[in-house]
């Protein structure tokens, strides 16, 4: 009786610890690498990377349909049942002994590696922070995802800013700002969309206040390349204590924010790239962009950065490279590019909560094979002195 | 994996939320990180300015309420030319980038020391408070009315220049920039001026 209640559990221990299971593993990662490889032409390299590596299934959208289905396992998938596999056949088939101390500090390290990628893959947020030499930030954006600010700027000291992720706008049919009295009514979402002035022969426009009356709104389709962020806009109808203050537009591409004004406070709406504020602020004191003598080719880029954190503090400066970023508070501030003539820096910003697996995962190999190394020469140089005394 | 997937839904419902932030205010933001990575020297700054105030009058900037000027020799002109431009004129070449803009926006449009500040933001200048604005600003006498006329160098190894000219006429805010390399825009800077001495309402 116990044993046919095992046979199911043994069989899924024995495909979980399988040796053909890592094989197929490793070749679906393969085919996604080649795939996603390829994919890049049309997705850019951070869509293509989404849709095959950070995914847990790659969906085909059948032509001529709204249906989607999945054809195959995505890279999350096959790295989390890779792991589970490797896992697996470790605790079944290493033996637990000394001799073997250095093989499994290997296997270790190895497993924290896919974990280490998995963890990246599914948890690491890319940011930006661009600023001119003299200014200061006080936050990094998304620069590829867009946001709604809804600003109180009432209080001279401060801001209350609330941000409306492009994502909820594009499925909520309004949205409760919370903490404020104002519920946005969504009237359209346009995910990538180019702006003209309007002319008398276009149709009647959507919005009824704002600089919207006087713009033509032209859908455009999502921008798949990494060179161009998507120009999101949409049009919304703030309402508050009952009443309706006009449908807006608001657009990434209206640089200054429009505002409204509710019983003494004034509110603004503005579409930006999504933004987080730090609890410090970062002043570029000086970008310099150097090349080699007598070409136009980049040698190095450096931004020389004051670093002011009242709550700690701390208040110096830090010079941020190439390879050499700023890691302060769970993020990494690195050199990523510049422009203006030379007086605007832009450092990516990294948040990956597993960004020392790696390191610990290749310290662990090396390890496991010194140690692995040392216990086999021990036990050869026993051999030999072994053999030596029988000869002699 | 279960834990795994679950931690994952929780961060994806996280990105779904409104967002809450109290802040010091700040001086103008520089521009979005998409713009700023544009080649350097143009100084990027064609997004238009916004619209304070609430809910203005929706006024259409044509026919008799339309400016009209006249182009100096050799520059050309486009109608457009870029998102919420009214007009892009591109000067011969002088040895850099330069390009000028015309955006028109009905109303107030911000007001002039927001749009002032926005165009110093940009060439990496700290912002003017009203009596370095009033300080700043020159005049150029025109058949449309009074334009207020500014002119920035911005700071950096490769210095941009700004010269823009802000008039309010028939209910809407015009806004002429020419910007770009510092050499370029100081040759072109007196044809500049006198396509501003040119505006007139087109009905005249």
Known sequence: MTRIENRPLRALLGVLTSLKLTIVCMAALMVLVVACTLAQVHLGTWGAVNVYMRSWLVWWDVPGTVLSVPVFPGGALAGAVLAVNLIAAQLKRLELSWKKAGLWIVHAGLILLVIGEFVTGMFQQDMQLAFEEGHTANYVEYPRENELAVIDVTDPAWDEVYGIPETLLARADEVQVPGTPITLKVKRFLKNADLAMRTPNDAPAIATAGVGTSIRVAELPPVTTDDRPNATAAFVEPVAGGRSYGTWLVSALLAAPQQFVYEGRTYQLAMRSRRVYLPYSLTLKDFTHDVYPGTEIPKNFSSLVHLNNPARGESRDVLIYMNQPLRYDGKAFYQASFGKGDTLSILQVVSNPGWLLPYISCVLVTVGLLVHFAITMRRSMRRRAAAAEAHS | ?204
């Open chain 2, 1 to 204: 994996m279960i834990v795994g997937a679950l931690v994952l839904a929780a961060s994806g419902c996280q990105r779904e939320s409104v967002s809450h932030f109290r802040v010091p205010k700040s001086a103008p933001a520089p521009e979005p990180a998409g713009m700023a990575a544009m080649p350097a020297g143009m100084g990027g700054g064609m997004g238009a300015p916004g619209m304070a105030g609430d809910v203005p009058p929706p006024a259409q900037p044509t026919g008799s309420s339309a400016l009209a000027w006249t182009l100096p020799k050799g520059w050309n002109e486009v109608r457009g030319g870029g998102a919420m431009r009214y007009a892009t004129i591109t000067p011969p070449a002088s040895g850099g980038k330069v390009e000028v803009t015309v955006i028109v926006l009905p109303g107030p449009a911000g007001g002039e020391l927001a749009n002032v500040n926005r165009w110093r933001g940009q060439i990496g200048l700290p912002p003017l408070d009203d009596a370095a604005l009033a300080s700043a600003r020159k005049h150029v006498k025109t058949r449309a009315g009074d334009v207020s006329v500014y002119d920035f160098l911005g700071e950096g190894q490769q210095k941009t220049r700004v010269v823009a000219g802000f008039t309010f006429t028939e209910g809407n805010t015009w806004f002429l920039k020419m910007s770009g390399d510092a050499s370029a825009v100081g040759a072109r800077k007196p044809e500049f001026v006198s396509l501003l001495e040119s505006l007139r309402l087109d009905a005249n």
